[in-house]
Every structure is written in structure tokens, then in C-alpha cells.
């Protein structure tokens, strides 16, 4: 059935419906569809609603942080928007609802917090300054426009106001930190010896009949994991590269001289005199320049006459300049000015300025044969992915219909490639990929034989795939595994020996025999360990959980037990004497940390019943 839906798609009806869908796209564009129409909230929060447009927002935002926290490493499918959709949409309702809540209390941010903020973050500066254009900039190339950034920004503060009060209302007794220190500083004398497991390794030759019945008490343990021949077809940038043509390089070569990082680069400090009367300009910018002719530093003259405000702090700084960034009048000024000499009043909208070039870096452009392999590059880049993603698209049409992907193929110029035996867990080569496994193992293309989706992975690189064949787990034969069926007797017969030599030192020490006594007989050394507590690094950590889990001793029994290790040693232990904890015997760093752990831990807690009670007090519709 699901085939026959993949065939119908393509029909004549189906290619209507999508016709008038791009002819109502052209007429009134998608926002129409998506964002203007009425009635196109995704939920409502207490009567507020929340729309697809700030759905996708938070969508793009939740890619970023996922991009630049996992890089290189990042799986594509966890960028998919509908594994992302739901958390990112809760995550809106979790925050519409204590915004509503921060506003109930009365909480509010001024203009003058959100541009202390913004004012203070580092992607808008430059050379250590705030920058307009930076900050026009860096928002454009995230998608977001400045009033939009501003109220996210508002938000943010208000929800983190709110949450601070919360975390603040919040304090530790001297009961609960007692308490606490009474477990977390609690100390433990004890004593214990090690088996190694090397003492009882069984070289002792293992019978056939061993071998026979154990392969066959243990088939299970023998048997080829699950796994599926794949056909698929890859593409990927490399492929669709062509040579260049010498006219397009030098093209691409008289492009690049242009580029910011092959200009000269001006600092330029400056005097504004704001546009205004000329009979108080003129006086106010003589003096100006009387001083500057009197040898007075510039900064000096820019702080007591610059009306610029923001560079006058700086001594009229503006920082760097390739030719682009102020009002041309200013820029004709500077390509002319040499370092260290100040212009002649130059007049702009902004007012009239006496400038400054306080330095001049010139960059020497490389040659085009130094150029040349990277031009190339790029070249082919560019043209490639042109290449590229238009054979995807006609791939993502072809294999979708085609039961199998010969088809594809041969319309595309491609060769079918095959993997044998890949399994769930596979680990190694293209396809311990996590998006490939799990389509491959998806019903769709496992269960149901379908070419899977085209699946996009990282550099560039696309595959579609299907299942050849289906390889059940069989048992392997035991003559092909004879000396892993020993190698697991001789594992099982040694643990068996270590541990039944660790019970019987169990049961002497619980009938009352010194642990010293006991290890000496056996040929072990005995370790004691006084005042143990939970960080101790000498003890293995193994031992101190373990340690740390027995019951205290009454009177003058001890406690005890035995663990056997992950390399398979095993370790008799006997707790002699708890000592409990206090905070009054903590000194100061510890204090202070104890208490930072109780009221972070309180406030976490206060936080989460905070918003199960603002969830279960709302009126919550998710609409889509």
C-alpha cells in the first residue's frame, strides 16, 4: 500500500494540488500560509498565543547551540525539526508561562539593563567597543531583526529575574546542613585484602565434552549479531567538480582583490561639531584647532569639544575603516589624510568633523598565481553544490518511486554500490553513521523494502539506501569458534574459583576470624584504611562505594562483604567504625560549599515545583 501511495503522488491529481499551492504562494507569498493568515497560532498559553513564527525561531536558535556545541561531531538527524519541534515548543510554553507569572509580580527590565547588556557582549564589538554596524550585522546574519532580538532579550531577563527571586527566597537551617555534613563528611575506618584473579587462572586442558556442552548451554552467547546487505547510492561535492576556465579565474582573482581582508585598513579617531548655529560652530571649532596647532593631544581636544559623545570617552575613537564604513565625505577625507595629520573641517549630515588617521595597515594583495589553487577551489565548490543539489532533488524524485535503485542509477549517471553485513551496532566505515543506521533499520526501509529518504550528511554528502537482504543471527559454527568457547570456560572456571575463595574468607570473618589472620594464611596482603571518607583516592573507588553501602556495626561486630572488580579481582572488605559527620567540623571552604550545594539543590527543586504548578494551573491548547 505504501508503494502504491509513493506511485499516486506523482499523478495528475497530485500535480494540481501542488500547482495551485505555487500559484498561491506567487500571488500572496508563503508568510500568507504560514505567519499572516488568521487563526495561525500553535498553541495558547492563558489566552496568549504562540505562532509559527516564533516556533521557528527557537527552532533556528536550539540548531545553533547544537552546531557550536557538538561541531564536527554533530549527528545531522538531531537538527531534524520534527525530533526538535516538540521540546522546543514546551520550552516556549515553560517560558510564556513565567513570563506571565514575572509579570503578575511586577517585575519589569528597563531600556537601560537590555543596552548595558547588549552594550557588554563581545560578538558586537569591535576592538573592544561596541559597534553599530557589528551589531546590525551579526543580527542579520542570525536572522533576527534588531526589535525582535530586543524583546527575546527582554524576556530572557525578566524569566532569569524571576527565577533568581525564586532561587533567593531559598535558605539552609543549620538543622539541614547538619544533617547533610553528618552523611557527606562521614568517615569509615576499614580493612580489606585483594584475590587476584591471576592466582586462579585455569590453564588445565579443557576436555571435548567441555567444549560440546558448554557451546551448547551458551548457543546464545555464539550466535552472527543481525544484519542487512545494503545497496545506495552516494553523492558528495567531490563529484560534481569540473575543470575551471582561466577567464573565470580571473574573474574570481580581481573579486578577491576587493575583499575587506585585502584593503587598507584605516583607525580613524574624530571631532564632531554638531550641525547647528554657525555663529556658535565657528568659534568652537577655531579654538578646537587652535589647540590642536598648539600641539595639545587630539583625544585631549576630542573630549572637551567632541559632541560625539560615545567616541569622545575614547579620545575620538572609531576604530577601523576599509573604505566602507562612515559617510563618503568622511571616507574621501581619510584615503587622502597621512598618519598623525588632522584634516580640515570635513562636513557630513551628521555635523562637521576634524579627523584623524592614528594608523594605516596596508595589506599586500597576493599574486594570481598564489591565488590560483584557491581560487580553483572555490570555483568548483561553487559550481559543484549548484551541480549537486540539483541531482539531489531529481534523485529524491526518482528513488522515491522506484522499486529499487537501478532506476535512479542509470538516469543519473551513478553506480550502485554494496555493503555487506551491516548490523545495528555497526561501527566503523560510512555506515556507522547514526542517521544512516537509523533509517536503515527504520520500517519504512527495513521492514517495508523502500528506498529510503535522501539523507543528508555532513561535508557535503548525500546517500539513499535500501535493504538487499535480510541476514538472520545464526548460530556459528563451533569448530569456526572452538578456541573462543575455551577462552569463556577457562573466563567462567577462573571467576567461579576467585569468588568461591572470597566466600569462604566471607564466612571465616563473619564466624568471627581476624581479617589479618585470614589474608596471612591465604598469602594476601591486608590493607587498613583509618578516617576513609567518600572522596579518598588512595582506596580503589570500588571498594569505597562499596564501603560506604554496608550497614554500620553494632557494638564490636563489624560489618562485611566482598566485591569482585570489573578486571576480576576480588576484594574481602570488613567495616570496622563509622564515624559520623558534622558541619561544625568542616572548616570554612567546606562550609561554604556545603551550604552553596543545599540551596543550589533547593533551588532546583524550588524552580521545578514552581513550573508543575504554573503548568497545572493554565490553560495549555496546543493547536498543530
Known amino acids: 500500500m505504501l508503494q502504491d501511495i509513493r506511485k ?38 492563558n489566552g496568549e498565543s504562540i505562532y509559527p513564527q516564533e516556533l521557528q525561531q ?27 519541534k516538540p521540546q522546543v515548543l514546551a520550552a516556549l510554553i515553560s517560558q510564556k508561562l513565567e513570563i506571565q507569572a514575572a509579570s503578575k509580580l511586577n517585575l519589569a527590565v528597563s531600556e537601560n539593563e537590555i543596552g548595558q547588556v547588549v552594550g557588554s557582549m563581545d560578538q558586537f564589538k569591535v576592538d573592544g567597543a561596541f559597534s553599530p554596524e557589528a551589531y546590525k550585522s551579526v543580527l542579520a546574519n542570525a536572522g533576527y531583526t534588531p526589535g525582535f532580538f530586543k524583546q527575546s532579550l527582554h524576556d530572557e531577563l525578566l524569566v532569569n529575574q524571576l527565577r533568581s527571586g525564586l532561587a533567593g527566597s531559598d535558605f539552609a537551617t543549620l538543622f539541614e546542613l547538619d544533617l547533610n555534613a553528618e552523611v557527606i563528611s562521614e568517615q569509615r575506618d576499614l580493612r580489606y585484602f585483594t584475590i587476584p584473579r591471576e592466582s586462579f587462572s585455569l590453564d588445565s586442558a579443557i576436555s571435548e565434552e567441555q567444549i560440546s556442552e558448554y557451546y551448547k548451554a551458551h548457543q ?34 580581481e573579486q578577491a582583490k576587493q575583499e575587506a581582508q585585502y584593503q587598507t585598513q584605516n583607525r580613524v579617531s574624530h571631532i564632531l561639531f554638531e550641525s547647528g548655529d554657525e555663529q556658535d560652530l565657528e568659534p568652537r571649532l577655531a579654538k ?53 595629520v588632522v584634516s580640515g573641517p570635513v562636513k557630513t549630515d551628521a555635523g562637521t568633523h576634524l579627523i584623524l588617521v592614528t594608523e594605516r595597515k596596508e595589506t599586500n594583495i597576493p599574486s594570481l598565481e598564489e591565488m590560483r589553487e584557491q581560487l580553483i577551489d572555490k570555483i568548483q565548490r561553487e559550481d559543484a553544490r549548484v551541480a549537486l543539489v540539483r541531482t539531489v532533488e531529481s534523485l529524491k524524485d526518482l528513488a522515491f518511486n522506484a522499486e529499487d535503485l537501478s532506476y535512479p542509477a542509470k538516469e543519473l549517471n551513478l553506480s550502485v554500490q554494496q555493503q555487506n553485513a551491516v548490523t545495528r551496532t555497526q561501527n566503523e566505515g560510512l555506515f556507522s553513521n547514526p542517521a544512516l543506521l537509523e533509517a536503515l533499520f527504520s520500517d519504512d526501509v527495513f521492514s ?47 571467576r567461579n574459583a576467585v569468588s568461591a575463595e572470597a566466600v569462604d574468607a566471607l564466612k571465616q570473618v563473619r564466624a568471627g576470624e581476624a581479617l589479618a589472620r585470614i589474608a596471612e594464611a591465604k598469602g594476601y596482603a591486608m590493607q587498613v584504611e583509618l578516617a576513609v571518607d567518600r572522596r579518598n583516592s588512595a582506596v580503589p573507588p570500588e571498594v569505597i562505594q562499596r564501603a560506604f553501602e554496608l550497614p554500620t556495626p553494632a557494638g564490636d561486630a563489624t560489618s562485611s562483604d566482598f566485591i569482585i572488580t570489573p578486571n576480576g ?28 550545594l543545599l540551596v543550589t539543590e533547593s533551588g532546583q527543586l524550588i524552580d521545578g515545583e514552581f513550573q508543575r504548578g504554573l503548568q497545572e494551573s493554565a490553560d495549555i491548547s496546543v493547536l498543530q
Open 8 to 45: 499516486n503522488v506523482q499523478g495528475t491529481t497530485a500535480k494540481i494540488v501542488v500547482g495551485l499551492i505555487v500559484v498561491s504562494f506567487a500571488f500572496f507569498g508563503i508568510e500568507s500560509i504560514l505567519v499572516n493568515g488568521g487563526g495561525n497560532e500553535i498553541a495558547e498559553v
Open 58 to 84: 527557537a527552532l533556528d536558535t536550539q540548531k545553533r547551540r547544537l552546531i557550536a556545541m557538538m561541531g564536527a561531531n554533530l549527528d545531522p538527524t538531531l537538527l531534524d525539526d520534527e525530533r526538535l
Open 220 to 253: 546464545d552467547n555464539f550466535r552472527t549479531p543481525e544484519s542487512v546487505d545494503v545497496d545506495y547510492l552516494e553523492l558528495s561535492l567531490d563529484d560534481f567538480r569540473q575543470p575551471v576556465e582561466e577567464g573565470a579565474i580571473l574573474e574570481a582573482y
Open 288 to 340: 578646537a584647532q587652535e589647540k590642536l596647532a598648539a600641539g595639545v593631544p587630539f583625544a585631549d581636544v576630542a573630549k572637551e569639544f567632541s559632541d560625539d559623545v560615545g567616541s569622545a570617552e575614547k579620545g575620538g575613537d572609531l576604530g577601523y575603516t576599509s573604505g566602507d564604513t562612515f559617510p563618503k565625505e568622511m571616507e574621501s577625507a581619510i584615503s587622502k589624510l597621512q598618519p598623525g
Open 448 to 494: 517495508a523494502g523502500n528506498n529510503s529518504d535522501v539523507i543528508e550528511l555532513a561535508g557535503d554528502k548525500f546517500v539513499v539506501l535500501r535493504v538487499r537482504n535480510h541476514n538472520a543471527p545464526e548460530v556459528k559454527p563451533l569448530e569456526s569458534i572452538r578456541q573462543e568457547v575455551v577462552s569463556a570456560i577457562v573466563e567462567e572456571n577462573t
Open 569 to 596: 579481582d576480588a576484594v574481602v572488605i570488613e567495616l570496622v567504625r563509622v564515624i559520623p559527620g558534622s558541619y561544625k567540623s568542616l572548616d570554612e571552604p567546606e562550609k561554604l560549599q556545603l551550604q552553596k
